[in-house]
């Protein structure tokens, strides 16, 4: 109350008592879309909101498609877009790669199947493999598990491999950690996900011969991989621009790269 009367005493409105006397003004920024990149992002705004107390990000998935949509809409300050191409609506948006991120085949580790190339994965894709005894492994049906329409990691897939025609059975999923769960529980399941969130429960397959190493991906041959973007409205500015820069700094690179996924500086 005393805090109140000084305030109004010296002419400042109710309206910005908080934001403008005694008390520091805090900016908020809504950062939405890629859900490979989501849990990464979450942990760069822990570690800047750390740092910076006067200011709040709140981290949002959706798909890459849905991250593009807000930043036009104004729904959301940066959006997160891992795909190989900017679709045509985010040109006209701002645009800074802040990490790199590969693609890994996945099946379940029972699976004897070790390798597969890239067109064995489009037949798989698009229902011409329907047995794994066709790749190399047992004479068992082959289950596709991909991400939903959208993922920035199902259209950057899709455009690495090429042609794909998606079979209408395939079992669809809405992030990277839940097609991991269904082919870590089903032996006969095939899918592809961010590297950033494999763990023992999968098998990694090689693609044309090559693994899904960093060393491998530095080299350039490994071929799934595609850049993480930051998408702004305009110029960065603000509390959204403290934010990239801090990512694109030291320490958040080092973050993206202790975390699985290649920085860019």
């Known amino acids: 109350m005393k805090l109140m009367k000084i305030c109004v005493l010296m002419g400042i409105?109710?309206?910005?008592?908080?934001?403008?006397?005694?008390r520091k003004s805090t900016d908020s920024i809504t950062v939405?879309?890629?859900t490979a990149f989501q849990p990464f992002a979450e942990k760069l705004a822990e570690q800047f909101m750390a740092k910076r107390s006067d200011i709040r990000i709140a981290v949002q998935g959706g798909g890459s498609a849905l991250g593009i949509e807000s930043v036009r809409s104004g729904a959301a300050?940066?959006?997160?877009?891992d795909l190989v191409v900017l679709p045509p609506e985010a040109r006209a948006l701002a645009s800074v790669i802040v990490a790199r991120d590969s693609i890994a085949v996945i099946v379940h580790p029972e699976n004897k199947v070790s390798n597969l190339s890239t067109t064995q994965i489009r037949q798989i894709l698009n229902g011409s493999i329907?047995?794994?005894?066709?790749a190399g492994g047992n004479d068992h049906p082959v289950r596709v598990v991909s991400r939903e329409s959208g993922s920035g990691t199902r259209?950057?897939?899709e455009q690495i491999i090429g042609d794909v025609n998606l079979l209408t059975d395939a079992v669809i999923q809405n992030s990277s950690g839940t097609v991991r769960e269904t082919v870590a529980n089903d032996k006969d399941t095939i899918g592809y996900l961010s590297?950033?969130?494999l763990n023992q429960k999968v098998k990694i397959v090689q693609v044309d011969g090559v693994d899904c190493t960093k060393e491998e991906i530095v080299a350039g041959r490994y071929k799934l991989v595609r850049p993480v973007y930051f998408l702004t409205k305009g110029e960065q500015s603000g509390a959204m621009k403290a934010f990239i820069e801090y990512v694109l700094s030291p320490e958040g690179q080092d973050t993206i790269k202790k975390n699985g996924l290649l920085p860019v500086k």
């Open 77 to 81: 300050q940066i959006g997160m877009a």
């Open 155 to 157: 259209s950057s897939f």
């Open 130 to 134: 329907k047995s794994w005894k066709e």
């Open 32 to 34: 939405a879309g890629s």
């Open 13 to 22: 409105s109710l309206a910005t008592l908080f934001g403008g006397c005694g």
């Open 195 to 197: 590297h950033g969130v």
